[in-house]
């Protein structure tokens, strides 16, 4: 079945570092790939969004490049900000139905 | 438009109890989601309606949860009997169907306490 993994955390950095987030997945075909962010007491908010190979999605300062032949899709900011600081969830979809959530990324930034 | 809204946001019962949820989508979306957060976990799919049609049911789902959509356009998520188990964050969300990015907006969730 589909699935999405994604690196444990939590990623702990200083302001201005440089951020990775590890993302890969398992699907058949083609699936839309999803960046969403849940920051302290809100609800989950769509951060980027790319759905066909090479394809970069981007927003806020963040980028992630869906990656076919590996089947990833990582998320990557250039400089962190303490409001940066927030649970990280990659997903996936096919055909506009379900989302399949990694289990989260916890993101902390200190100045 | 005032986005996906939840109610109610916070529930406490017990253990035996029945328990019901409503989600309020964004006005012009025909598809709707609902989903389980437990701590340190990603949401897991629960059910989705495509107008009122429930269209798709997770084996999470048991028979103790039952979700309807009766006009196409609040829904409920009731469950019967709850167990401690049953205790999570319930989210709902909402999309476009004809939208190629498929983009679905969450409300700020039902945390639910079984005791």
């Known amino acids: 079945g589909n699935s999405v993994t994604q690196m444990e955390g939590p990623v702990t950095l200083s302001e201005e570092a440089f951020l990775t987030i590890n993302c890969t997945y398992t699907a058949t075909g083609y699936p839309s790939l999803f960046w969403y962010v849940q920051y302290p007491g809100e609800g989950l908010q769509l951060l980027l969004k790319?759905?066909?190979?090479?394809d970069k999605g981007s927003n806020k300062g963040f980028e992630a490049t869906y990656r076919k032949e590996t089947t990833s899709f990582h998320l990557e900011k250039g400089s962190v900000q303490v409001s940066d600081s927030a649970v990280y969830f990659c997903a996936l979809s096919q055909a506009g139905t379900a989302l399949i959530f990694g289990k989260g990324t916890t993101l902390s930034v200190s100045s | 438009d005032t986005g996906v809204s939840q109610d109610p946001r916070h529930k406490i019962t017990k253990r035996g109890q029945n328990v019901t949820f409503r989600c309020d989508p964004i006005?012009?979306?025909?598809?709707l989601y609902w989903y389980r957060q437990t701590l340190g976990q990603g949401p897991e799919f629960l059910t989705y309606?495509?107008?009122?049609?429930?269209?798709?049911k997770s084996r999470l789902l048991s028979d103790r949860f039952s979700a309807e959509r009766p006009k196409g356009s609040f829904s409920t998520l009731e469950i019967q009997r709850t167990e401690q188990g049953d205790s999570a964050m319930y989210l709902c969300?909402?999309?476009?169907?004809?939208?190629?990015?498929?983009?679905?907006?969450f409300g700020p969730g039902t945390r639910l306490t079984v005791l």
């Open positions: 790319a759905t066909k190979a090479d």
């Open positions: 309606f495509q107008n009122e049609a429930q269209l798709e």
């Open positions: 969300a909402s999309s476009f169907g004809d939208s190629l990015y498929n983009e679905q907006f």
């Open positions: 006005s012009e979306h025909n598809r």
